[in-house]
């Protein structure tokens, strides 16, 4: 990476990146679709076209959701979506990938756009929770917005980002106490690392063996993270 610095910080997403189990994701992707017809009312063959809708308007359904309206409070939607979900059986422990975040010697923060308590469960089941300094969630920034501008409801939600929004990432390293040019931020969505990208962080994207816009590496599994990435080591 020629002149670049070595990173100091990483910032590392959670699903996707640290994880990768489809039964997960489609488990989640059903729920949502059954809490958008039972809860509020969709009919089932509209649910999917509504969730994906909002999810790329806002880049989360529950913002959508709440933005537009439907009267959805933050709790019960993350009961009804990560709730149920049986965690035990589909996030086994991983310490190989404990082993590896261990080896890194320098601060690492969760980044997610994920709601904190699923971040914690599933950390808590892969065993790699104490790898963590902290978790940086949705939760947060919605907070963090409700302080700032005063809002609630439909409008605190119209104001809320996450990534790939370039504050969500200036509010990440704030919270990381970071700089742009020595923060390394790994994630498995393309849009994300393009994001990063933008506002200047240095990039690893996983789930691929070719780069995407963006990355300055990209790994598989972030297990092979050392291979591509050797200088996060020296
Ligand atoms: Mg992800």
Redesign the pocket.
Known sequence: MGTVSRPRVLLV?????LYRSSKLFQDVRDRINDYITGVLGVPAEESNDVSGRLYRQYGLTVVGLMAEGYGVELDGWHKAVHGTLDYAELLPKNPPLKDLLDSLDMPKYIFTNADRIHAEVCLDHIGIRDCFVDIIAFDDIVEHVKKETGATGPELMKSVFCKPDARAFEYAMKRANAEAGSTMFL???TANIKGAKEVGLQTVLVGSKDLCEGADYAVENFLHLKDAAPSLWQ
């Open positions: 997403d959670l699903d996707g990146t994630d498995d969505s």
